[in-house]
């Protein structure tokens, strides 16, 4: 079945700076990529994602690329702001359903 | 909208003891799910449903069962609690068809198994 693999398990990076995510996946299948945010006490929360048919995605600050070829994707967040600490969560899937299979996540400190 | 609700937020549980979690949407979601959160394990899906009436596996069921006789709720039973249970549950809810593809969290449920 499909395995996600997420890294760094943590990172922390200064405010103001980027910050990158990356993922893999073992399913070349898969064909739906979403990245979603866990602030503290809280429920994930979708904040982008990307199909298989396209590379790149960007929406304000945060950017995702998809590499079909090599199967790993990455979130980009740029000129980083205190609100980005939470932890972030990749996912894969593939089929109709949509049924998610989740990395094991990404705890982000910004550092003011 | 208060979009997904759990209930209870918390619950301690004694070895062998069983509970319900309630999941509740008023989106008019088709598809809800049911994910446990460890640390360092992003979250594993239980059990989900397609509609009213349905429930299939995920990849962790063993030890839980789910209903969905009603399509804005879905309940997660624990017949026969055990530590290992000890968890964070979501539920997500979603629509169908490939462009509604958004899961919709709810605040989470913690449980603890003694």
């Known amino acids: 079945g499909e395995n996600v693999e997420q890294h760094p398990s943590t990172l922390s990076v200064q405010e103001g700076d980027s910050a990158v995510i990356k993922c893999t996946y073992s399913?070349?299948?898969?064909?739906?990529f979403p990245w979603y945010k866990q602030e503290l006490g809280k429920g994930p929360q979708l904040i982008i994602d990307?199909?298989?048919n396209v590379g790149e995605k960007k929406d304000q600050r945060i950017a995702v690329t998809l590499n079909k070829t090599a199967k790993h994707f990455s979130l980009h967040i740029t000129e980083t702001q205190p609100e980005d600490s939470a932890v972030y969560f990749c996912a894969a899937s593939m089929g109709s359903n949509y049924q998610l299979i989740w990395g094991a996540g990404t705890k982000l400190i910004i550092k003011p | 909208n208060a979009g997904v609700t759990q209930t209870p937020k918390f619950r301690v549980l004694k070895t062998g003891q069983s509970m319900t979690l309630l999941c509740a949407q008023d989106m008019n979601h088709e598809y809800m799910y049911w994910y446990r959160q460890d640390p360092g394990m992003g979250l594993r899906l239980i059990h989900y449903?397609?509609?009213?009436?349905?429930?299939a596996k995920g990849e962790v069921p063993d030890g839980y069962n789910v209903s969905r006789l009603k399509k804005q709720n879905f309940l997660l039973g624990l017949e026969s609690a055990a530590p290992s249970q000890t968890s964070v549950y979501f539920c997500?809810?979603?629509?169908?068809?490939?462009?509604?593809?958004?899961?919709?969290f709810g605040p989470g449920t913690r449980l603890t198994v003694l």
């Open positions: 449903s397609v509609g009213e009436g349905t429930t």
């Open positions: 997500a809810s979603r629509l169908p068809g490939t462009t509604g593809v958004e899961q919709f």
């Open positions: 399913d070349s299948a898969s064909n739906y």
């Open positions: 990307i199909r298989s």
